[in-house]
């Protein structure tokens, strides 16, 4: 009887977490900036991994055996998602234009032209006065979901008319990279666009399995912004556009 209470108690608060935490994760997605988007999105995290901590609790206690198989599933592979280099990842995609480095460059590397190439992003501004340099910090709107989220990147590198990365930091030491490269090939050029991404380890441990499909979401979107970045760095005829 204490056994069926406890497991019943356990089920309430499981629900109870699991809910809290799709609430938050809601909330993450109106929020007004990244970094609030980021925390909240932790928070869900936590609230998750606890639900389903008290799932296997509750198969301990009802089924012990299935419970202390799921146990040790779920701490070897919480193991091996901690090693930094599990949970980072590289998208890089290339594209050839008929057009020269410098061309490529000037579009790939302006500023105030990413919404016009990039899908996800609606607006972007540049807060530190002066030219585009090393530090410089740019204000992206982002639509994530539906929802417009603004993020601060800062200039990490430039090289001008051949590399631009561009960098946002997270609290808990993780970053995410924005790398665009161009270099002369034959009377056009190459464009490089990379990025390199950096889950948590929680979001590792609840996510990871699904790593391969996001590596192919994100590449394939990568390759699309490059054909809408084509389009700008030589427009097609008027005739051809009707």
């Known amino acids: 009887m204490i056994s069926l209470l406890i497991q019943l108690v356990l089920f309430v608060v499981t629900l109870a977490l699991l809910l809290a935490a799709l609430t938050v994760s809601r909330s993450a997605v109106d929020a007004a900036d990244y970094q609030t988007f980021e925390a909240r999105s932790a928070v869900s995290l936590q609230l998750l991994f606890a639900g389903n901590v008290l799932v296997i609790v509750e198969f301990l206690i009802g089924i012990p055996l299935l419970g202390a198989v799921l146990a040790v599933a779920a701490i070897l592979w ?24 410098e061309a490529v460059a000037a579009v790939m590397f302006d500023v105030s032209q990413q919404p016009r190439w990039q899908e996800s992003i609606v607006a972007t501004s540049l807060e530190t ?47 995410l990279r924005d790398e665009m490269e161009v270099q002369p090939q034959g009377t056009g050029a190459v464009a490089k666009y990379a990025g390199h991404h950096e889950l948590s380890r929680l979001n590792a441990i609840l996510t990871g399995w699904r790593l391969p499909a996001v590596r192919e979401r994100f590449a394939k979107r990568r390759l699309s912004n490059l054909e809408r970045l084509r389009d700008l760095v030589h427009p097609a005829p008027l005739a051809r556009r009707a």
């Open 78 to 101: 919480s193991v091996s998602w901690l090693p930094k280099s599990r949970r980072q990842f590289d998208v890089v995609v290339t594209s050839a234009f008929d057009a020269s480095a």
């Open 129 to 175: 006065p002066g030219l585009l340099r090393v530090g410089s910090v740019i204000r992206q709107t982002v639509r994530i979901q539906g929802h417009d989220i603004v993020a601060r990147l800062v200039v990490a590198e430039l090289v001008p008319y051949e590399r631009l990365v561009l960098r946002l930091a997270f609290p808990d030491g993780r970053e």
